[in-house]
């Protein structure tokens, strides 16, 4: 567990509160709000859809409150590394490939049901309409975060209310299968990535890849172009927060047909990397995880609607 707790202990003293405070200065958020943005960075929030009266499989959906859902068809997949934990360390460069070993093995999953996703990771905007909360109005259309698993576990629930359908954090397997969505490659971008597809911490690469930009904070969702299934943000931005406990030799036992994860544990999964990390932990089967009370600063989530 050691990238998981140097993660943590990273992550703690990185930023401080997003929430209200008239004392504080601005939080980073704003350095890419304020016109600072890079060019090639396009506006996904320009990608709208007709709300309608209830999902549809097959199409797009928007909820109550804006948001956005895809709906992500059932299939297989092969689920973790391709790469053995050596050549992931050597392809990040200079990082200890025990820090991999719980990618393996890869192995064939199937998902069962079909499903709705949210497009992008849930907005500030979004949670402050659901949940009881002094977060900050500004920069609304960024991810909320420093959120805990256990307050999204809250957001789902009361969004379920509201709407009266069943929404969820995506378990492992169903985030890792929506992240891919078709792709065999480290990430659905192809063997590498650049900050023109993700945000991440620039300076450090992925095998071929070359240095880009470090934002050094969110930006808006939606602002790369989306994978094959049409979600954004897969990759960086921030962590997303899985249903699933983390478990580092579960892979070995898994069930082949839409795991649910560990009984029990002391992580909860967190996928996809973040603005704070370097592209390798963006991966499609970059695993790590927190305790369900964590609230860090790039660390957030999106939701799964259950048909």
Not at 33 to 38: F, K
Not at 44 to 64: C, I, L, R, W, Y
Not at 117 to 142: F, H
Request: proline letters at 7%; one cysteine or more.
């Amino acid at each position: 567990m050691k990238k998981i707790v140097c993660c943590i202990t990273l992550l703690f003293i990185v930023l401080g509160c997003e929430q209200d405070n008239p004392n504080a200065q601005p939080t980073p958020d704003n350095q890419e709000q304020n016109g600072q943005q890079d060019k090639n960075v396009a506006d996904g929030n320009k990608h709208q859809e007709t709300p309608m009266d209830a999902p549809v499989p097959g199409k797009p959906f928007t909820n109550s409150i804006g948001m956005k859902l895809v709906y992500i068809p059932p299939g297989e997949f092969m689920m973790g590394s391709r790469d053995s934990a050596a050549a992931v360390a050597r392809k990040i460069r200079n990082t200890d490939r025990k820090n991999f070993l719980d990618e393996h093995p890869q192995h064939r999953i199937e998902i069962t049901r079909g499903f709705y996703m949210g497009t992008t990771e849930v907005t500030k905007a979004q949670y402050r309409a659901i949940m009881d909360t002094n977060l900050s109005r500004k920069w609304k259309d960024n991810p909320v975060r420093q959120v805990s698993w256990d307050d999204a576990v809250e957001f789902c629930r009361k969004l379920s209310e509201k709407e009266g359908r069943t929404y969820l954090l995506p378990t492992e397997a169903e985030w890792e299968y929506a992240c891919r969505a078709g792709t065999t490659t480290p990430f659905y971008t192809g063997e590498t990535i650049s900050t023109s597809q993700a945000n991440y911490d620039g300076n450090y690469v992925y095998g071929s890849g070359t240095k880009g930009i470090h934002r050094k904070t969110t930006i808006a969702v939606g602002s790369f172009p989306p994978n094959a299934f049409g979600l954004y943000d897969m990759h960086g931005n921030v962590y997303e927060w899985c249903q699933d406990w983390h478990g580092e030799n579960y892979y070995a036992v898994s069930p082949t047909s839409d795991p649910q994860g560990p009984s029990s544990g002391e992580y909860r999964v967190t996928r996809g990397g973040s603005w704070l990390w370097y592209p390798g932990h963006s991966r499609s089967a970059s695993r790590s995880g927190n305790t369900p009370s964590s609230r860090n600063s790039n660390v957030g989530f999106r939701v799964l609607l259950d048909l």
